[in-house]
């Protein structure tokens, strides 16, 4: 009789100190991070891309989108309207990087209110700017609004 107690003790046990995360519907882990990459997405933790990702809550009492990302990634510096990507890159041609809100190539996101935006992704290397070509060579901001069906 002890014998059979202990066993169903340790099997409590080991059923105890099983995993204790949670799953979304479709097998994803909600704590875990994604990295927007233009085409997909993917796990930060499997990313070795320099990539800085902004989840931006409702009612974060911003203004506009410039003065949300001012000093919140590293390498990104905005001046007004103006957005840097580290640093000046030429000195002929824009230093703007490409913006893309919704899947959509843009120039001005100074109608956007931070209160529509889901998240902003920030692509600064090589790398992950490929796919935009010479267009992306100095970096791309990706926004995702509230309201996109992605």
Partial sequence: MKKIALFLLAVMMVSACGSSKLYTPDGRDPGEEEVNLGYQKIKKKDSTASTAS????????YSNIYEYLQGRVAGVEVVGTSIRIRGERSINSSNEPLIIVDGMETSDISSISPEEVQSIDVLKDASTTAIYGSRGANGVILITTRSSNK
């Fill in 54 to 61: 902004l989840k931006v809550p409702r009612g974060s009492g």
